[in-house]
């Protein structure tokens, strides 16, 4: 991690209170944080281990950061649930396989994945050398102890309203189509940036499970609180892939930005919107502001990153909160 800087929060530590996925009527209800029944303590030992057999990981016990594997695979990044790896391919590499599906490599060999939120214990990593070879790594993928809160006298929701069944489908579809984009940008090799600097006051992964043990769908991003209109600068080089023209029911003004093989990141509930789509944008130029447009509960910043349809977590992949000045 870089010197400097400290955790805001540890990854087992997940801080809802004001998360823009929380509706207000929502608010007033007092919750109990439990584990999920099937998952090991929020603050394991290192050596603690999953029915899977893979570790639970927090803060303190992250895997390492840099590998290099019997077959000739360089890679750097958490191998954890939520984790993004840049990778160097073996030499004579000329195809590339993550899980199955194909990977491009860059001009010098590298080459990006990363791990769902729901990432099994294990994955698999092959490469097709030129002269017919297929070295094949099988990878550990950490567990991640994720905090869980228990709303047990709450139903998960109301039922949608009319005109969100309508507006809904369409506003989907424009995100859809905009992750169906590919761009040429070299943003993913960089260091990525905070795109605000704040209080962390929702955390990736988090989750609530309702009346009659219904769960919700698990927090997507990182949310940072922020003054509306504060700037929101591009954590990474990109391509701006989606500006949206009027507010979202959900994610209300969005803007999302593509770093280059299949990585982009969304910013959810903008005041306003300084970028338009296919401009080029550099890491850590202004590209918004802050708002609580959309469904929020206050002025805050929600940024989630996917990796073609993995949702991974933005702390992994830019490291600790700096200190506010």
């Keep these: ?14 801080i809802v209170q004001g998360s823009c996925l929380a509706p207000a009527a929502e608010r007033p209800v007092p919750a109990t944080r439990v584990a999920p029944k099937s998952a ?23 895997p390492a950061k840099k590998l290099l594997t019997q077959t000739g695979f360089r890679l750097n990044g958490p191998m954890i649930q939520g984790g993004t790896v840049i990778g160097s391919a073996p030499a004579g590499t000329t195809f590339l ?8 490599l860059a001009a010098d060999g590298r080459f990006l994945f990363a791990f769902d939120r729901d990432a099994g214990p294990t994955a698999t990593l092959s490469a097709t050398l030129e002269d017919g070879r297929v070295l094949t790594e099988t990878l550990s993928v950490a567990r991640r102890a994720w905090n869980i809160e228990r709303l047990d006298s ?18 989907l579809e424009q995100i859809n189509a905009a992750r169906r984009i590919s761009v040429t940008s070299a943003g993913w090799q960089q260091p990525f940036l905070w795109p605000a600097v704040g209080r962390l006051s929702g955390m990736f992964g988090s989750q609530r499970i309702y009346k009659n043990g219904e769960a919700g769908s698990y927090h997507s991003g990182t949310d940072i609180a922020r003054p509306s209109g504060a700037t929101v600068m591009a954590p990474a080089d990109g391509v701006v892939i989606l500006a949206a023209d009027h507010p979202f029911t959900l994610e209300g003004n969005l803007l999302m930005i ?3 093989m299949g990585l982009n990141s969304a910013f959810l509930h903008l005041s ?13 130029q202004p590209i918004g502001a802050v708002g609580m447009s959309g469904r929020a509960t206050g002025p805050h910043l929600h940024w989630s990153v996917k990796w073609r349809d ?14 506010a000045p």
């Design 1 to 14: 991690m870089r010197r400097g800087r400290r955790w805001v929060a540890g990854l087992a530590i997940m």
């Design 258 to 260: 593509d770093h280059g």
């Design 97 to 104: 396989s993550f899980n199955g599906a194909s990977l491009p």
């Design 154 to 171: 709450l139903p998960r929701f109301a039922q949608p309203s009319e005109e969100f069944n309508r507006l809904r489908p369409a506003e």
């Design 40 to 62: 090991a303590p929020a603050a394991p030992s290192p050596a603690a281990q999953s029915p899977a057999g893979a570790s639970v990981a927090s803060a303190s016990t992250l």
């Design 310 to 323: 993995s949702r991974i977590d933005p702390l992994l992949l830019a490291g600790p909160m700096p200190v």
């Design 272 to 284: 306003r919107i300084d970028v338009r789509v296919g401009e080029t944008v550099k890491r850590g």
